[in-house]
Every structure is written in C-alpha cells, then in structure tokens.
C-alpha cells in the first residue's frame, strides 16, 4: 500500500465540496506546460485534492512520474495507450515493470482497445492489453481501461482475465475493486458486467453536455457505489467550457451533474466518489479526512 501524503492542508476555498479527486487527468501534457502551477491553484480551490495521470507510453509514464515527485497531490497509472501500441513487446513490460516500483504508482493504465482511430491493428492492441492486465495481475494493481467502439471485444478480454488462474491467485483479486472503464459510455447491460468484474464507471464530461440524453438517463440507473469521477483533460471539457481546454478543477462540474442526475447532493457524490477513488487507488490512509467540512474556506485537518 502507497504512504498517503497530505495533499491540503489549507485549501483555499473548497466552493461548498469536500475533497474531489480527478480520477484520470493528463495533466502532464504540452497543454499545460505554460501555465500548469496556476491549473493545479485553480483545482485546488476547487477543492480538488488528488489528480491521477494515466500512462500513455513508457516516455510520457517517466513524464509523469517526474511531476508526481514535484506535486504531493499527482499520483501516476502506468500503461501503454491503445493508440500507443504498434511497438509494444517484452521490453515494454521489463520497463513497466522496472517503473512500477515507484512509490507514486497507484494503476496499470490507461490500457485496452480503441477501434475509432484505426492507428494500430486490433490484433496489435490486443496483444498490449492482455499483457499489461498480465502485468497488473502480477503487480495487485487496479486496471483502467480505454474502450473506444470495441465493447464486445474489451469485455470478452476482460472476463478471459477476471477468470484466470493468475488474476484469481494475485493480490488485485482481494483489492476493493479490480477496475475502472474510464469515461464509461456504455449502457446498463455494459455496466452490469463491470460490476461482476469488480469493476468501476468513469464518469467524465460528456455527462454535462445538453445534448447527452442518453447519458442522462442512463446515470439514475448505474449504482452510485460503483461511480468514479474524471476529466481526461485536456479532453471531453464539461460545459459551460465545451470546445477549450480542459483542466481537473472541472471535475467540480461532473459532480454536480452527476448529483442532479442521481437525485443526490453535490457533498454526497463528492464524498461516495472520493473515498470510492481512495479504495480504488490503493490510499486507504485518506479515510481520516473523508469527511470535510463543506463550509467554503473550511481546512482539511
């Protein structure tokens, strides 16, 4: 288990929210090179206490890893993107494997198929997707999983996994959750099987889009107990700031959304999806400041 550090200790104002955690921000990309210490100021006073960078390939994953030493609050999943798979082999793995012992190391991710962008075979992911799942099953880390247009074929992979002998004899077998499909758009039949995985929904947001209605409906009819929340920024902005950057404060509005959707208070869906990430990551030490004050300008203790 990852020695959780404190990540606020003094918060500027937390707008009425207790801890938000992004579950899945790239905010190690050029988007933010410029302007990255202001970025992580505004999320900060969003009340965001905890960003997780997915990997994209094994150069960006050392990235990441450098920004999570300099930032209590970034903590890093490793893994080679789909799109990023066309040269993967063994040595990519000994590299996963070489990085994974750093103590900021929370995931194997973000990992699985994307058959949107056709920039590498589906035979070529797959063969990256079963082995770093082989890799998170030797490690006992959580999964999280990209699925773009190839539902049917994550699913049948995912259960081949779930129902091995490795996942069955390896420490993620007893962890709280196995998995996370990160910014889940799936339906309800979907979203049942992630359960019987042991696994987490995304929420990301295209929730907050006008036009989402079946995203809309679809949400008061997910457990609320297996919801994560997330940005992928600089991707999938939420409104009101569709088509410009995105950045982990606007995490704040998935959980509003998500709140309106469910019929819950912003305070609960941000205090279920907190400690929920908090369990999923392994940083089970947060517990003692689950629940915060939700007084503007309250102080994390």
Known sequence: MK???????????????????DSHCHLDLAHYDEDR??????????????????????????????????????????????????????????ELRRLAVH??????????????????????QAVAFQAQLALAAELGLPVII??????????????????SEDFRNSQLATRPFAGVLHAFGGDVA????????NFLLGIAGPVTFKNARQMHEL????????????????????????GQRNEPGYVALVAAKLAELSGA?????????????LEFFGLQEWTQIKSIETQIGSEIV
């Open 3 to 21: 020695q959780a550090q404190s990540l606020l200790t003094k918060p500027e104002t937390v707008a009425g929210l207790p801890l938000l955690v």
């Open 37 to 94: 210490a202001a970025v992580l100021q505004r999320a900060r006073a969003a009340g965001v206490g905890l960003v997780v960078i997915p990997g994209i390939d094994v150069a960006q994953c050392r990235g990441a890893l450098a920004l999570a030493e300099l930032t209590p609050e970034v903590y890093v999943a490793l893994g080679v993107h789909p799109n990023s798979s066309g040269e993967f082999d063994p040595a990519t793995v000994e």
């Open 103 to 124: 103590p900021k190391v929370v995931a194997i991710g973000e990992i699985g198929l994307d058959y949107y962008w056709e920039r590498v075979t589906p035979a070529q």
């Open 146 to 163: 990209h699925n773009r247009d190839a539902s049917d074929d994550v699913a049948a992979i995912l259960e081949e996994w779930i129902g």
């Open 190 to 197: 979907l979203a049942e099987r992630a359960y019987d995985w």
């Open 219 to 242: 949400i008061p009819q997910l457990q609320p107990d297996r919801l994560l929340i997330e940005t992928d920024a600089p991707y999938l902005t939420p409104h009101p700031y569709r």
């Open 265 to 277: 208070s912003v305070a609960e869906v941000a205090q279920r999806t907190s400690q929920l990430a």
